[in-house]
Each structure stands twice: as C-alpha cells, then as structure tokens.
C-alpha cells in the first residue's frame, strides 16, 4: 500500500484486524473473537517501510491501549496489563512477540526475583491447570539455571487451543509452539489425546531453548541452519529433562531411540541433502522433521567427542556458552565457520570434512565406527543404532 503525503504531513492509517477462518484451525494466523485475542507481532503491526531505517536500528513505538475497558486483561512479550506501552526493539524482535487479551487465566510466579506470566485459556479435561504451572515452572528454572542466565526483566508463556476433531472415526492431535522475544507460545488440540502432560513438557522445554538457541544464537540462514536452531534445540530439550529429573535415564534412552535414531535411520528421506531442505520443508511432514534428527544426532556426537577428547572435564555445554557469549559480543548471526571454529578450539582437529559430509551432504553417521564417551553404548541393529546406558 502506498500513500501519497505532503513533506512532513502526519498521517494516520487505520484498519481492522479480524480472524480470518470458522474455527481455530490457523493458530499462526490472528485468533479474535468476543472472549478475546491470541497475535503474533508480525500479523498484528502494519509498519510503514522506513520504520526500521538501520538493520540494528530500534526506533520508538508507542501503543496505546486505553480504548481496552479496566480490568481488561493485556498480555504481550513487552509488558503486562500496559496501558500506554513504548517499545524499543529489532524488527525481528518485533515481529517475532506475541500479544493476548481478554478472558485468559493468567499465573505469575517468579525466578530470582523476574516475573513469569502463564496465561491459559480453553479447558484442558483430565490435564490438571497447576501440574502445568508447576512443569513450566520447573521448566524455566532449570534452563535458566543452565544457561546461568536471569537477565530476562519479564517472561510470558501462553497456552490456547486449537481446533481437533474427536470422534470415533476421526481422532485429530496435534501439538505446536514457537520461540518468541521474551516469551513463547504454544497451541494444542485440547481433546482426550493431551490428558496428559508428556506433549506439552516436551514442546514446553522446546520453545524455552528458542530464548536462547534460535533469539539469542541466530541463524544467518534460517532452513540451511535448522540442524542448529531445531535439532540443537531439541537435543538440549532431552538433555535438560533429563539432567532435571523430568525425564529418568530409561525415558531418555526410550525417547531418543524411538524419537531420534529410529525415526532417522528409517527414513527415506535421510540422505537428502541439506540445500533440499529448504525446498521441501514447509510442504513435506518427513523433510521438516529431517533437521531436527540430523542436528540432535550431530550434537549427541559432538558432545561425546568433546567428553573424551577433555578426559571429561568438557562437554558440549561450554562450546554452547561460548556461542552463546560469542553471539551476543557479535551482535550478529552465527555462520557455520563461526561454528566449526568453536569445535576445532574444543577438539584440536578440524571437523569440516566431517560436518560436510554428514550436515551438508547429509550422509548418516555410522555409529559403528564412533567411540562414545563411558555412560554411553550405541549398538548397530540392521542399519539402525540403539542407545544404552554404558558402565558409568
């Protein structure tokens, strides 16, 4: 849209944002209706094309909500129950937020002493609303622990449902969520499949990671980078639930042999190289799971060589708070050099060769010729590797 202006005139440009479908089928896409709203930054703010002038510029926005009536509830990545906000942000922060209002249940408990805000909505069935508040807790505390990061001045954390079908002949479940600046947001079919918290702990830890992996370490090019940004992301989902205690050793032993080496090595897909991916990852279920295993089974490999290689003393944790320092010194991308000089400081060799051949090309790792560090055992099974527990 262009508007033609006198130098210097203000303009005002009004429009309407509406949803867009019958039932709450696009969860990416604005949710209105009378009991309230559910936007992403991106869908809700029309920005005129000079509003960001610099890449790293962060020029002023001012919203005003005071047409909301008091007591209103107003929830976004920036504030909580603002009236008048001013944002100072980058235009991928911006785009990447989430903003709610209205008939949410909203819980609030705090990590050294920076609030978290929880706001749910929907009925949930058997899944009880505080065993949720009590996960995302634990949650938030563990990896901000990990990271030893509380510098986050406000966190939100949404829940909504989105539209499945439950019948006898047709049992729709599905579960999703997204990284945002500040916060995450999670939707799911809100039916007897999620009667328990095993989906939503997972894809919680998920999108918890995304504050770190993915917003703080970005990619320089986002599908050629999801072995980065997803599968590193979903490595450190397991490995924090299982240094946590959410998960036990046998339920990450389990999960990772189902989830991870099975589902890989039996793919048709998993010799495709990394350049397809992005062609196909919006339009193919197997290919847009494809980065997340090549990329956790990278980084279970690369933790294990950084363990043997420092007799212990290191594992993959320190090169990821070394990109994450990096990054954040940087105020840039990280690139895949940035990357594989990390892993040369860690492991005084080059990985290029291996990286290209099992990232880029995309041929899987044969297992039967890496050594593990001692708490680990992998056995080859008709092409297919099987973790165990090792003998420490």
Known sequence: MVVEHRPGQEITVSYWLVQDQDTVREYYRPLIDSTGFH??????????????????????????????????LLQNSFAHQPRRQRIRVLQEQLSNSIFIGGQWRLHTFKVMEKPVYFAIRGDWGKMPEDSLVQMLEKTVNVQRAFWNDYNTPLFTVVLTPVYGVWTENSKSCSCT????????????????CMDDLVVLTYVFNHEMMHHWIGLDIR??????QYWF??????YYTYKNMLRSGIYSTKDFVDTWNMEVFEKHYKSQNK?????????AFWTDPDI??????????????????????SAGEKS???????????SRKENRPWTNEDFLDLCAKYLDEDLSAFFEQHIIVGEPIDFEKIELAKHWTVEVKEGIPVLGIGRE
């Open 39 to 72: 936007v992403f930054g991106s869908k809700l703010l029309v920005l005129p094309d000079h509003f960001y002038p610099l890449k790293n510029s962060t020029p002023l926005l001012e919203i005003d909500w005071t047409a909301f009536p008091q007591g209103y």
């Open 219 to 224: 990619n320089k090019t986002e599908e050629l």
């Open 288 to 309: 847009s799971k494809l980065p997340y295993r090549r990329g956790e089974i990278f980084a279970f490999y690369l933790d294990n060589q950084i363990q043997i290689h």
């Open 316 to 326: 993959l944790d320190n090169l990821m708070f070394d990109l994450l320092a990096h």
């Open 177 to 192: 969520g997204t990284g945002l600046t500040n916060s995450f947001s999670a939707g799911a079919t809100n039916n007897p």
């Open 229 to 234: 940004s997803e599968g590193f992301t979903d």
């Open 271 to 279: 010799t495709t190289p990394n350049y397809k991916i992005k062609e």
